[in-house]
């Protein structure tokens, strides 16, 4: 004749699950990885088919700087979270600004870039399929960076009116993983746009 | 309920009617013969596994239920790993003989060569009507596929290659073949060896606009002897007759000619069918009405009322031009 | 509606001002609210999509009819086929994912509760932009003003030269919106499995409901993203000229096809993963008996979801792929139905010993498994590519998916209503009525698909407005529309049922079923909380080793 | 249900009130705003533009809901909530395992090894007597193996009866893949349906399933192999199929029997699993 509640937690037990924020962020990550693939298996799909020009070897050069600085950016970023962990926020800062002027550098090269591909040799996304899904797959990159950017725009500012603390540590943590992620999806584009491409 | 029972059952129903009805469980060429082989031997497959999981389900459900006045729970049983391999590895031979045989049929229909006497058509799918070329043969025509019947000792397999003009469509004679899509940009091609001379029937069926429903789709099979005379007749530039050149003129002088092709005239339009040997078929608008002066003139006349949507626009012409214009059509055989 | 009762459930709540309770609703970031706001909506489109196929169902009734022209019938079948996945399938299934997933973890809440009201939202109002096409657009030359272009919309019969105007990017626009709220439910999904899990819970003593959540939103996740990148690239056709799928510049119709069908196919999985996580519940606690061989039963759910991604092509068996590519995909196919076959036995088992209580939503379940068994056989047909070459594209197709979505995920979606309706409302439905609906609903049902295979076997291609006299379709079409208004009756007595008995039904306790997992260890409705002190369990059954001190699993 | 004896006892929680996200509007705000935005492409401008300010300013209130701390609200806690009653139905127990209180079944069996190694024996039986029947009657080795090939390859079935009797290495090599397969998938089956017909396993598995599934083969084989169908020999064809099963049976009988893992009573268990597992990140955010 009893009736009880379900059992509540013993102290002694030790019950660890991941972190939200990380098990999200891979999510979305995995989620992107899904639609990049898909621009790259069209790009792949339509390289050498474009009925008229200009083709990629006539206009396209390989954008190294652009590359280097994003690419390092990723390094600046990490630097900027462990900073934060070990509580120096005045070093985090300063990581955290290179990492946004590294990665506006790229973004301003694509402009230079699309600039000059425009203007200097008329190619534009409905010119021929290469236009079409070379301006997709950059620009989705491209689209990637600009909404980092973004983000890392408002916690800079956020750091600069000292709103920022050390226990803001794993949303940071969080973020760089999406930076990391457009990095690597960089490393891809350039194979497949600049490299096999070409 | 049971989707073998109901198999056999439409089977028969279509047995019973007098004109045999045009499915793909009378096969009359090899493509098709070999689709019907080995889905019968699917269906039975399917059918065997249907009646042991049914009987499982139903004896399961009508053995285990609650007996009243039973409070008892029943033993806790979690699993066996015996008979749990047993139901994987049982399905998995299953799936292995099923593949080698459609694997086996899938290779036999695709990569049949062309023998040498072999007639090559071009069939090109456009909103909402079929356009038959017979290159080697220099006959251009619609709707109507005629080909020879092909004897198994002398075969004269017909080979089509499928070309779209706008939109996807599908080409489908139930008892010919399997149907194979018209794609534009991406030549597809099929192959058909009819046994027996008959009329067969078919459908676009890959929706393909407004009026994909009524894009019909009619395969003549004729004696060897009656295609050869088929094809001299439309090799013939179009009769001329006098007695008509009024309705010559209406369609020589409105859009008609921007569609239409009448060889001999200055119409050369490919948007719509070749009409040169109109009266040569048995129907107009792709299959929506039989070929009679009662349907042809309605047909000029406001093509929506046959078939809504259809491409081809009411020409807004005088019911006088309306009867020349019918009365030009139907010389042309 | 049905809400408002459930909002208002608690007896001793003040009388509120119509006002306030909207304002709840819409600002609530409780699972329990926006799951029902997610159900309540799907319900909605149910009836909407239902009066389409009505449509499309009276207008094939007899040969050459004229109750519609072809545009509305064009019109209607695309609207259908887009309402009924997107709209209410999604949202159905994400609503009791949304409801029960927390609740069978033992967790407060979703892991993202914010995200989870945005992804509420975006999905509802991509569903009512769509909708607006019915004013705002205008279609294919000549037609009417919805999107015309067929549920997946084949190029390039989507491109600007055959689709003027802005109907097909109220599809396109109305799926990319919603697609994003279907992202965000389903990376919510993720994280409340993976990290909210109350104490003890490891993955391997997670119910199969949670696990089978898990494994969808995986899908989700992976297939809801390659079609908003297809939608993407498709707008950015129509709107900036590019030529993706403009075939007059080189651009390939075929890719639209793999594209969507890399969506598409997994898709259905999205949707019949949680059927199969809602009889997996209640088949276990209405024979009494745990579910037979939980692991393989794990193992075969993430072994479906994995042969989803392996198997897209067998749609386009008639696209003229070569014969090895369609010999592969082939395979493929037929390799689905081993894990499935696995579950139709395991569940078949679970029964096998136990002592079958036949409530109203076990009667949905066993419908479930005779009718999802001959969905997989006709599968198995159509996964054979030459008998595919037969079958394809006809209404034997369309036969064979509406018995998967209708005679699986709506059987399983009704026993699901029927067996967790006292948790949601603390009521219990009118059992008569429920016995009438299921009755009605079944016997319309075999009426209906049954016999649509028929046609299709004889030739009839799907998405015709009309056909001709004489080809032995007639008395079958006849047939499967009588066979609608069966099924219509039967959903009125659901809806009515389930409005009347949250209203006005017998209390029902925290556990009318005797069941065995944490939602029926807190209050009907659950409080705001869920549980006032976060439970702890030691098995799958963690109701079991209360109720069964002596003998826990 | 009816049998519940129990009577509710509540427990006190010792909690008043449960901390939970506040509600808020800037989410939907956000989603009418995201809406509104591609509504505009297919209205105009303006719409958009509203649709861009909604959503900006969803955004904006969203981040200030979430940050630096997320809102709460504190929900009182109401005692009746979470009582469950203890039923203490009697639990039947198997018949064949009373000791068990749950059971995996069968209770002993084979080991998988067991499956393989008896698909691997009958597979080697099967061929000697499939190759002496193409040495004995058509004069070649090759002849049964050929005529395997044929279920699936398109080449083998184009062979002449001249051809037939020569090696052919494509021919071969899918010959001997599907014997395997099949082989060791029967013999899969064996390792796990013989312990269930414990009294004469050799009888069931050497005899009568081979007659069962050469009469299935009777009936499918021209759907399946029609050159095999047409040349098949009925007689050898039986007897390989007798020696393979007879051949699997004793090597799968001849294992020994393992007793299968059953579960464990719950106090042995209890030491055992503790924590989540998925990857075992540490984390703060467990509620």
């Known amino acids: 004749m009893s009736s009880t509640s379900l059992p509540s937690p013993s102290a002694e037990m030790q019950w660890v699950l991941p972190s939200r924020g990380r098990v999200g962020m891979f999510c979305l990550i995995a989620a992107e990885t899904a639609i990049f693939t898909i621009f790259v298996i069209a790009y792949i799909f339509y390289l050498g088919k474009s009925v008229s020009g200009p083709t990629p070897k006539d206009v396209l050069e390989l954008p190294i700087f652009a590359s280097i600085c994003l690419l390092s950016s990723s390094l600046t970023i990490h630097m900027a979270v462990k900073s934060l962990r070990n509580a120096k926020v005045g070093a985090f800062g300063l990581w955290w600004l290179l990492t946004l002027v590294l990665g506006g550098i790229f973004l301003g090269e694509t402009g230079r870039e699309w600039y000059h591909l425009i203007y200097d040799k008329g190619l534009t996304i409905s010119t021929n399929l290469f236009g079409t899904t070379y301006y997709s797959l950059v620009g989705l990159h491209a689209f990637h960076v600009t909404v980092g950017l973004l983000m890392i725009s408002v916690a800079m500012l956020l750091t600069v009116f000292g709103k920022v603390k050390p226990e803001h540590h794993e949303r940071a943590d969080v973020f760089s993983l999406y930076w990391h992620f457009v990095d690597s999806i960089w490393i891809v584009v350039f194979t497949v746009v600049y490299i096999i491409g070409r | 309920m049971l989707a073998s029972l109901l198999l056999s059952a439409s089977v028969g129903v279509g047995a019973q009617t007098n004109t045999p009805l045009p499915h793909m469980f009378d096969p009359r060429s090899t493509p098709a013969d070999g689709i019907y082989r080995i889905s019968r031997f699917v269906l039975s497959i399917t059918g065997i596994i249907f009646v042991v999981v049914v009987f499982l389900l139903a004896y399961a459900t009508v053995k285990f239920r609650q007996r009243a006045g039973d409070e008892d729970e029943p033993p806790q049983v979690y699993g066996s790993n015996q008979v749990e391999l047993a139901w994987t590895v049982l399905p998995v031979l299953v799936v292995l003989i099923l593949f080698l045989a459609t694997a086996r049929v899938i290779h036999s229909i695709q990569r049949t060569a062309k023998p040498a006497g072999a007639i090559e058509v071009v069939a090109i799918g456009h909103q909402f009507w079929w356009e038959f070329r017979y290159p080697a043969l220099g006959v251009v025509t619609a709707n109507e596929l005629h080909v020879p019947v092909s004897d198994p000792s002398h075969p004269t397999p017909t080979f089509i290659t499928l070309l779209s003009a706008d939109t996807d469509h599908s080409f489908w004679v139930p008892q010919l073949a399997g149907k194979t899509d018209l794609i534009p940009n991406h030549p597809n091609s099929t192959w058909i060896d009819p046994h027996e001379v008959g009329l067969y029937l078919g459908q676009c069926a890959q929706y393909c606009g407004t009026q994909h429903a009524k894009m019909l789709l009619r395969v003549d099979v004729e004696p060897r002897e009656a295609f050869d005379r088929w094809v001299q007749d439309e090799k013939k530039p179009a009769q001329v007759t006098d007695a008509v050149s009024a309705g010559r003129r209406v369609f020589e002088t409105t859009a008609c000619v921007n569609c239409h092709t009448i060889t001999g005239t200055v119409a050369d339009g490919r948007f719509g069918p070749d009409l040169t040997h109109l009266m040569s078929r048995a129907t107009i608008a792709s299959g929506a009405a039989t070929n009679t002066h009662a349907n042809l003139r309605s047909w000029i006349k406001n093509p929506d009322d046959l078939k809504p949507g259809s491409l081809m626009p009411a020409m807004q012409l005088s019911d006088k031009d309306i009867d020349a214009l019918t009365a030009y059509l139907e010389t042309l055989r | 509606m049905a809400s408002e009762s459930i909002a208002i459930g608690r007896l001793d709540a003040p009388a509120r001002?119509?006002?306030?309770?909207?304002?709840?609703?819409?600002?609530?970031?409780?699972?329990?609210?926006?799951?029902?706001?997610?159900?309540?909506?799907?319900?909605?489109?149910?009836?909407?999509?239902?009066?389409?196929?009505?449509?499309?169902?009276?207008?094939?009734?007899?040969?050459?009819?004229?109750?519609?022209s072809p545009q509305v019938f064009n019109e209607m079948f695309t609207m259908h086929g887009t309402t009924m996945i997107f709209f209410v399938a999604m949202p159905i299934v994400f609503g009791f994912g949304n409801y029960f997933v927390p609740?069978?973890?033992?967790?407060?809440?979703?892991?993202?509760?914010?995200?989870?009201?945005?992804?509420?939202?975006?999905s509802a109002f991509g569903g009512l932009l769509l909708y607006f096409s019915f004013v705002g657009g205008n279609g294919l030359y000549g037609a009417g003003n919805a999107p015309d272009v067929g549920w997946f919309a084949y190029a390039p019969l989507t491109a600007k030269a055959f689709s003027l105007g802005h109907s097909t990017d109220f599809w396109t626009l109305g799926l990319l919106v919603s697609g994003i709220g279907s992202i965000g439910t389903a990376t919510n999904l993720i994280a409340t499995v993976l990290c909210l899990r109350c104490p003890g819970m490891t993955l391997g003593k997670m119910p199969l409901f949670a696990w089978m959540n898990l494994v969808m939103a995986g899908l989700v996740l992976l297939a809801v993203s390659p079609l908003t990148a297809a939608q993407v690239m498709l707008s950015l056709d129509r709107y900036l000229g590019a030529h993706f799928f403009d075939t007059q510049a080189g651009g390939s119709a075929v890719l639209w096809m793999h594209f969507f069908w890399i969506f598409g196919h997994p898709e259905v999985y999205v949707l019949v993963i949680p059927a199969f996580a809602f009889v997996s519940e209640i088949i276990p606690v209405f024979s009494r008996k745990p579910i037979f061989g939980y692991p393989i039963m794990v193992g075969a759910t993430v072994s479906i979801g994995f042969l989803s991604f392996l198997v897209w092509a067998h749609h386009m068996f008639t696209v003229g792929m070569n014969s090895y590519a369609n010999s592969f995909f082939a395979i493929s196919t037929m390799l689905v139905g081993v894990p499935t076959g696995i579950k139709i036995f395991n569940w078949i088992a679970t029964m096998w010993g136990g002592k079958i209580r036949f409530g109203t939503p076990m009667l949905f379940c066993i419908a479930f498994l005779l009718q999802f068994l001959i969905a997989g056989l006709t599968g198995i047909m159509l996964s054979v590519a030459p008998f595919d070459w037969q079958l394809g594209n006809s209404y034997f197709v369309v036969a064979h998916f509406h018995y998967v979505i209708v005679g699986g995920i709506l059987f399983g979606l009704f026993g699901a209503f029927y067996y967790w309706f006292p948790k949601m409302s603390g009521r219990m439905y009118n059992d008569a009525l429920s016995k009438w609906h299921f009755w009605l609903f079944l016997i319309g049902f075999h009426l209906t698909f049954d016999f649509m295979h028929i046609p299709g076997l004889l030739g009839m291609p799907r998405r015709i407005y009309t056909y001709e006299p004489g080809r032995g379709w007639d008395v079958w079409n006849l047939i499967v529309t009588i066979g609608v208004f069966f099924q219509g009756a039967g959903i009125l007595i659901f809806v009515g049922n389930l409005l009347w008995s949250s209203l006005?039904?017998?209390?029902?306790?925290?556990?009318?079923?005797?069941?065995?997992?944490?939602?029926?260890?807190?209050?009907?409705?659950?409080?705001?909380y869920n549980f006032a002190t976060l439970p702890t369990v030691n098995s799958r059954r963690p109701l079991w080793d209360i109720k069964h001190p002596e003998d826990p699993d | 249900m009816s049998s519940m004896d129990a009577q509710p006892v509540v427990e006190k929680s010792g909690l008043d009130t449960v901390k939970l996200p506040a509600p808020t509007a800037w989410p939907i705000a956000m989603a009418f705003g995201v809406t509104l935005l591609s509504a505009g492409l297919v209205t105009s401008e303006t719409v958009s533009i509203l649709g861009g300010i909604l959503a900006v300013a969803g955004a904006v209130g969203w981040f200030l809901d979430v940050l630096p701390h997320e809102k709460h609200v504190s929900v009182p806690v109401e005692e009746e909530a979470g009582v469950v009653a203890v039923s203490r139905r009697k639990v039947e127990r198997l018949p064949v395992a009373p000791e068990l209180a749950r059971a995996l079944l069968p209770l002993e069996t084979y080991p998988i090894s067991a499956g393989v190694k008896g698909g691997l024996a009958g597979a080697v039986a099967m061929a000697v007597l499939a190759c002496l029947y193409g040495i004995v009657n058509q004069g070649s080795i090759w002849y049964p193996i050929n005529l395997l090939a044929a279920t699936i390859y398109g080449q083998s079935m184009a062979l002449t009866p001249a051809t037939l009797t020569g090696f052919h290495l494509d021919s071969f090599l899918l010959a001997c893949l599907l014997h395997l397969i099949t082989s060791l998938l029967v013999g899969l089956m064996y390792g796990a349906m013989l312990p269930m017909f414990p009294r004469r396993p050799i009888l069931l598995g050497g005899v009568i399933a081979p007659v069962m599934w050469s009469g299935l083969i009777h009936n499918i084989l021209g759907f399946i192999n029609p050159l095999l169908d047409q040349k098949i020999d009925w007689l050898w064809f039986v007897a390989s199929q007798f020696a393979f099963g007879i051949v699997a049976g004793l090597v799968v009988v001849k294992q020994a029997r393992v007793r299968t893992r059953q579960v464990l009573p719950f106090a042995m268990r209890a030491g055992f699993e503790t924590s989540g597992g998925a990857g075992g990140t540490r984390s703060k955010e467990n509620p």
């Open chain 3, 17 to 68: 001002q119509i006002g306030e309770i909207l304002h709840d609703w819409v600002t609530t970031v409780d699972h329990k609210k926006l799951g029902l706001l997610y159900i309540m909506y799907a319900i909605l489109f149910l009836v909407i999509g239902g009066i389409e196929a009505t449509i499309m169902r009276i207008q094939l009734i007899v040969p050459h009819n004229n109750f519609v």
């Open chain 3, 103 to 122: 609740l069978m973890i033992g967790a407060r809440d979703m892991a993202f509760p914010r995200l989870n009201a945005f992804s509420f939202w975006i």
């Open chain 3, 504 to 528: 006005k039904g017998k209390f029902a306790g925290n556990d009318p079923w005797d069941a065995w997992t944490l939602e029926w260890s807190t209050a009907s409705p659950p409080p705001e």
